[in-house]
């Protein structure tokens, strides 16, 4: 079934890759259908999107002629996912506050379908506080964000705030039209925690992604890990309103919003920022931690000596973070553990919830295509019993996880 696009495009310099954008998703056999805001009209002309789109372009709220053909409220309910390319900090605010003074804003207040905003502008107007704030709001009303890249932009200065390129905001787009569709009577996407999961006023520790251990300058050791996991439960934690602290290693992600961020490279530096970040409610331990790294790091690269034999590499057992703050004096009120686990997935679960003092472990089976893949199915593991959960998108595992924490928070203060 031919999925369906509305794409927004509203007006910066960026507008222009909007053609681009419409010609890769067309060529994936999606159907895009456009609306221009006035702005957009001095970058692009109606004309060649409509050409691209095989469409008409939409413009004008008052266009008697558009509404009786089609109403404003069917056009923002007829696609799929509707995509802001790019949207610029005026749109951004506008959402972010329920305006609606003309057709574009019309429709993203009237349509009960997921909306992905991919911001660009000025780097200054990017760090501004109000951009900052606006996005934060968007993004607890469950609008998805794809951040801009950094480089040099078109007014001369260097920094945040470009538009990604057009086959990144199509993969973003296409994982989200693989995404559970929008709860109806909620408005929420499914995979978002419920209303009723609060954690504001609460500090979530996570971490997330592999670690890198040095062997030499260009040589390391690590775990295959993507760090989408645990950054879909830091977005689902700051979502669910708490103060979200995300150390992560070395992944290719951008940080969700309200999340504050601690990027590291190796395991002794993520255990130094977990302990930096104490104290915490919750911590959720989903980094892909190198067990072991090199007992002695070269400083300069290590060459091949001719012989044939590689030289041996030492190996040193690396902190185990999670142990560590399950016997720590400032030791989260819950600690949650990962175990990525090949075989006897549930029992070497137990045995990991004994030994590193955790409260919680969440067992998935890594023998399938999961790290890096999208759907994860886990068990959790507690003292009081196992709880399988069907395979879902990560983002799922993560709003039901935050689900869990908040309810056990809540319990606690009954
Ligand atoms: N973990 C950690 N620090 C380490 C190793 C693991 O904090 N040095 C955490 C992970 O973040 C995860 C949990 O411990 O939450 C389990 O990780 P896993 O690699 O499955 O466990 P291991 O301790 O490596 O156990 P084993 O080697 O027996 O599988």
Not at 358 to 385: K, L
Not at 392 to 407: G, M, R, T, Y
Request: aromatic share 4%; with cysteine; hydrophobic share 45%.
């Amino acid at each position: 079934m031919t999925q369906h696009i509305l794409l927004i495009v509203s007006g910066g310099i960026a507008a222009y890759k909007s053609l681009e954008l419409v010609r890769v998703l067309r060529r994936k056999g999606i159907a895009v259908r456009a609306v221009l805001t006035q702005s957009a009209r001095q970058f692009v002309t109606p004309l060649s999107l409509g050409v691209l789109t095989e469409d008409h372009v939409y413009g004008d709220m008052f266009d008697l002629k558009e509404e009786r053909e089609i109403g404003h409220i069917q056009l923002s309910r007829q696609a799929d996912l509707i995509v802001i390319a790019p949207a610029t900090a005026n749109i951004i605010a506008k959402m972010a506050n329920g305006i609606a003074d003309d057709l574009a804003t019309t429709l993203l207040l009237a349509t009960d379908k997921p909306v992905l905003a991919v911001p660009a502008m000025n780097v200054r107007m990017w760090h501004h506080l109000a951009t900052q704030r606006n996005l934060k709001r968007l993004h607890a009303d469950g609008i998805h964000i794809l951040e801009p890249d950094s480089g040099d932009m078109a007014c001369g200065e260097y920094g945040k705030g470009r538009l990604p390129e057009p086959e990144a905001i199509a993969a973003e787009i296409e994982r989200l039209l693989a995404l559970p569709a929008f709860d109806p009577l909620t408005g929420q996407p499914d995979f978002a925690p419920p209303p009723s999961a609060h954690l504001s006023g609460r500090h979530i520790l996570v971490t997330a992604g592999p670690t890198h251990e040095p062997i030499d300058p260009v040589r390391y050791i690590a775990n295959r890990s993507s760090g989408k996991q645990g950054f879909a439960i830091a977005a689902a934690a700051a979502r669910a309103g708490a103060r979200v602290t995300l150390v992560s290693g070395p992944v290719q992600l951008s940080t969700p919003a309200g999340v504050d961020r601690v990027d590291v490279q190796t395991a002794r530096d993520m255990l130094a920022a977990v302990e930096a970040a104490l104290p915490a409610d919750a911590a959720i331990m989903v980094a892909a931690v190198a067990d072991w790294r090199a007992a002695d790091a070269a400083a300069l690269k290590i060459k091949k000596d001719g012989s044939g034999a590689p030289r041996p590499l030492a190996l040193t057992e690396n902190p185990d973070i999670l142990a560590t703050l399950g016997h720590h004096a400032r030791r989260p009120t819950l600690l949650v553990g990962f175990a990525a686990e090949t075989n006897d997935v549930t029992a070497h679960a137990q045995a990991k919830l004994a030994r590193k003092g955790a409260d919680w472990i969440v067992a998935n089976d890594v023998s399938g295509d999961v790290m890096g893949g999208e759907t994860n199915a886990v068990h959790i593991v507690t003292a009081a019993g196992i709880e399988s959960w069907d395979a879902a998108p990560k983002e799922a595992v993560a709003a039901k996880l935050i689900e869990k924490v908040a309810d056990a928070f809540a319990s606690c203060s009954d």
